[in-house]
């Protein structure tokens, strides 16, 4: 879908980056530039910068970048069209006429009306009908109350196989929608039936207010306890969180999370606002670092059995990678929040969030899982196990205190738990000599967008600098047009890339490198904001182009044959290209 230039700019500057970003990150100021940790990547230091000039960004970490628009489509996960929509919203502006056509974007913008009609059915079913009595009396048991009640739109789903498709088509939506909204599904007779039947309704919102989704909970037992949305065209559930749409208010710098719907709520209800848990899947990399842009701790609040204890240990590696602060509560007399929080009220539950260890001794603790400590066989293996968690801490002061404790604990040599703990360190250290290779992963992972790029390594700089030449001198385009076609460039992207700066430039369509943006993907505009970042301090002049462009044109690809070389060659050329950069 094409957009007026005029329109497309205007949008940019009533959006500047770092307004936009800083709902998202933390950003530093450096200069006329920002940076921040990346967003779309796991890292500890800032290696994602924000350039104020031109309203864009790159990370030097993963390769992401490009203009305001690409930042929305990738952390809202939307596709261009809903990324211009979103901002317009945000600047007020309204969209051009003839972009109200995508049917992407109506397909999107029909679920989500379906889903807030649904919604509406589900909750006014459980309020005001007789079909919602179970519904009602589920709900009083587990003592919600109806502000709670109407505060999370929970609803009801009559025990029909119809009930809630007769309702949408009769409001007006196809059988094709409410299939794209996973609300109902087709039988083998090609007919439509609801997909959530006699269940309570939790309604999945995002953070700006849309019915992305539902969970639906068994009252009877009868089938999966749950039944969550799959993905739709609206909602993924790794990059959800329930109930972040409150927990974002809260004034607080820390986040609790639980382990399902009814522990947020109840927990939500007992008066704890910073409450959020993930959407019947385990914790994902992408909800830790959402929960990393409102928080800089989380309580873990997970059942105390067995499988809980198993998610929380695997939650807290993930949150320390996005660092985050981790702490654990340790109930006893309850096996969740929720059972907590009915037994002994809200200020027992807030000393027990207050009194919630560290992630460093819920993980020393686990390391007893098995053994018997009283016999020396048991204790060595703890201590063994230990050592290795005392290694992942990277604060040599916070390894000291752990290590007297435990010494302490078990009546042994602080100095040899000490000692231990650096022999591990070590061993890590010279495991890592391998980092070279990773790099070449990365590096590898990085170029799949433009796969020839690292085959051919010398039109691919050619590329690059007729492509920043073009940039910088667009008036140019008839003379270098001229003198090289795009079926020319050796590597795909670049091809595309120069095809689609020649043809806005010929419409006058050409701002700059960015405004290329509703031709190419999000991951492709990283590719482009590189070209763009990497040509800030580069002059090229008109004799080099005449160079890049004899490079094209008469140079056979003589790169050496990749596939050829043995590892120690291909490390040598690795480097080789990593020093031309």
């Not at 589900?122 to 005001?128: N, P």
């Not at 039936?193 to 639906?216: T, W």
């Not at 992963?441 to 010398?458: E, G, L, V």
């Not at 050619?462 to 003198?483: F, H, Q, V």
């Amino acid at each position: 879908m094409a957009f007026p230039e005029l329109f497309i700019q205007e949008l940019k500057q009533n959006n500047p980056i770092d307004s936009v970003m800083s709902s998202y990150v933390s950003l530093i100021r450096r200069g006329r530039s920002c940076v921040c940790l990346c967003p779309f990547h796991s890292e500890k230091s800032p290696s994602c910068t924000l350039y104020l000039e031109n309203n864009s960004f790159y990370c030097f970490g993963c390769g992401a970048g490009g203009d305001v628009i690409t930042f929305v489509m990738k952390i809202e996960n939307l596709g261009y069209v809903e990324a211009i929509k979103f901002l317009a919203e945000r600047a007020g502006m309204a969209m051009p006429e003839d972009a109200k056509n995508n049917e992407s974007s109506r397909l999107k913008s029909r679920i989500l009306e379906i889903n807030r009609t649904a919604a509406r059915f589900f909750f006014d079913t459980l309020t005001r009908s007789t079909d919602g009595e179970k519904g009602r009396r589920y709900f009083a048991e587990r003592q919600l109350s109806a502000a709670t009640i109407t505060k999370y739109g929970l609803g009801y789903a009559p025990n029909g196989w119809y009930s809630l498709s007769n309702y949408l088509r009769s409001k007006g939506f196809s059988d094709e929608e409410m299939i794209s909204a996973f609300l109902c599904g087709r039988g083998k007779n090609g007919g439509v039936f609801d997909l959530f039947r006699d269940r309570v309704m939790f309604p999945i919102i995002d953070l700006r207010g849309n019915v992305v989704a539902f969970g639906g909970r068994t009252i009877d037992g009868d089938g999966p306890k749950y039944i969550n949305s799959s993905d739709t065209p609206v909602f993924q559930k790794g990059r959800n969180l329930f109930s972040l749409n409150f927990a974002k208010k809260s004034e607080e710098k820390r986040l609790i999370l639980a382990e399902g719907y009814m522990d947020v709520i109840a927990i939500n209800q007992a008066g704890f606002e910073n409450v959020v848990a993930t959407l019947g899947t385990a914790l994902t990399q992408e909800q830790a670092r959402i929960m990393s842009q409102y928080a800089d701790e989380i309580i873990i609040a997970y059942d105390s059995d067995g499988a809980g204890q198993n998610a929380t240990h695997k939650a807290i590696n993930l949150l320390s990678e996005v660092g985050l602060r981790t702490k654990i509560i340790h109930m006893e007399g309850a096996k969740d929040p929720d059972e907590y929080i009915k037994k002994f009220g809200a200020l027992r539950f807030k000393q027990l969030l207050d009194k919630s260890g560290s992630a460093i001794e819920f993980e020393l603790e686990k390391c007893r899982a098995g053994l018997d400590t009283e016999t020396d066989d048991g204790k060595i293996e703890y201590l063994k196990r230990c050592v290795n968690v005392l290694a992942d801490i990277t604060s040599p002061i916070e390894r000291e205190v752990y290590a007297g404790r435990l010494a302490e604990a078990n009546r042994v040599n602080k100095e040899m738990i000490i000692q231990q703990v650096n022999g591990t360190i070590k061993k890590r250290i010279n495991k890592s000599k391998s980092k070279e290779w990773t790099e070449i992963r990365t590096f590898q992972k990085q170029m799949r967008s433009n796969p020839d790029s690292y085959r051919k390594p010398k039109e691919y700089k050619a590329e690059i600098g007729i492509i920043s030449y073009l940039a910088a001198n667009p008036d140019e385009a008839d003379y270098i047009s001229s003198k090289i076609a795009p079926e020319q460039f050796a590597t795909d992207l670049n091809k595309k890339i120069y095809a689609v700066m020649l043809e806005k430039i010929k419409n006058s369509e050409f701002s700059d490198i960015l405004s290329l943006q509703s031709e190419f993907t999000a991951d492709e505009m990283g590719k482009i904001t590189e070209i763009e970042v990497n040509s800030k301090d580069v002059n090229i002049n008109k004799t080099a182009v005449d160079d890049f462009i004899n490079i094209l044109v008469s140079s056979a690809d003589n790169s050496a044959d990749i596939k050829d070389m043995s590892n120690d060659e291909f490390l040598k050329y690795f480097q080789n290209l990593k020093s031309k950069k």
